[in-house]
């Protein structure tokens, strides 16, 4: 069965920073990309940046680039969010999406559960 698990949301002030994680499980992380995606309060889902399954490629949306850094450690089936310099409209649920294949562009068949990030003074 496959899971996904995040965790490592909570409340921050602006300008500080988190590192959300997503704990994989139950199909071979090393040979699939991953996506995060955040859904802020009464809006859609935003994709926010993706690695390929070696993590030697990323993107990122133009809304968090040169703020967030994606990593995975494939030997700890272990997808990461570096989120600094975080500002108010970063307030959202973080979702960590397995790909379908090697990339993160295509499609994703699996999802998490979600982590609450809270950007407030």
């Known amino acids: 069965e496959v899971q996904l698990v995040e965790s490592g949301g909570g409340l921050v002030q602006p300008g500080g920073s988190l590192r959300l994680s997503c704990a994989a499980s139950g199909f071979t992380f090393s040979s699939y990309g991953m996506t995060w995606v955040r859904q802020a309060p009464g809006k859609g889902l935003e994709w926010v940046s993706g690695?390929?399954?070696?993590?030697?490629?990323?993107s990122y949306a133009d809304s968090v680039k040169g703020r967030f850094t994606i990593s995975r450690d494939n030997t700890k089936n272990t997808l990461y969010l570096q989120m600094d310099s975080l500002k108010p409209e970063d307030t959202a649920v973080y979702y960590c999406?397995?790909?379908?294949?090697?990339?993160?562009?295509?499609?994703?068949?699996?999802w998490g559960q979600g982590t609450q990030v809270t950007v407030s003074s």
């Open positions: 690695t390929n399954n070696g993590g030697g490629s990323t």
């Open positions: 999406a397995k790909s379908i294949d090697d990339t993160w562009w295509v499609s994703y068949d699996y």
